[in-house]
C-alpha cells in the first residue's frame, strides 16, 4: 500500500488528529507534513483539493478533511 | 486493538468517506454505523461528541469529524 498523507499546521486541533490517525492506520503508513514548517508543500496541498488543516490524503488521492483547525488560507498568512 | 465506529447516514459524501476509512484502517477494525437506518444509535452518536456525519470514533473515544455530509439534527429530522 502506497502511503497516506496527512497534511497540518502545528495546531492543536492537528495535533490530537495526527496522534489518532497514526494510531489508526499505523505510523510507517502516513507521511506528516506541517505547512507551518514547510511551506513550499502549500501549493502541492493545495493542488491535491485541502482547503483546511488537519487533512489526509488517502493513497488513492482522496481528501479526508479531519475535524478543524485552520485553513489553508490561514495557513499560507 | 478495540474497534473504531464510523458513524454515517447514507449520504453520498458519508459513503465515499466510508471507503476511504475501511481501506486505511480495515474492515475488521471498524464498526460501521447507519444513523438513517439505526436511529436508536443516534443517543449513542451525541453522547460521543458526534455533531455531524461522517465520523469516526475512534478506540480510546476521540471523535473525527471526517468531511461534512450532514448534521446530526438533520439526521434526527
Known amino acids: 500500500m502506497s502511503k497516506s498523507i496527512f497534511y497540518h499546521a ?3 486541533v492537528c495535533v490530537s488528529a495526527e496522534q ?5 492506520i499505523g505510523e510507517s503508513n502516513v ?3 506541517h505547512l507551518g514548517d514547510d ?3 502549500i501549493s502541492e496541498a493545495e493542488h491535491a483539493g485541502i482547503k483546511s ?7 488513492n488521492g ?7 483547525g ?3 488560507a490561514d495557513v499560507k498568512g
Request: charged content about 15%.
Open 31 to 33: 507521511e506528516v507534513v
Open 70 to 72: 485552520a485553513s489553508l
Open 39 to 41: 511551506k513550499s508543500r
Open 53 to 59: 488543516v488537519p487533512a489526509l490524503v488517502t493513497p
Open 10 to 12: 502545528g495546531c492543536p
Open 62 to 68: 482522496n481528501v479526508l478533511h479531519i475535524n478543524f
Open 20 to 24: 489518532d490517525i497514526i494510531n489508526l
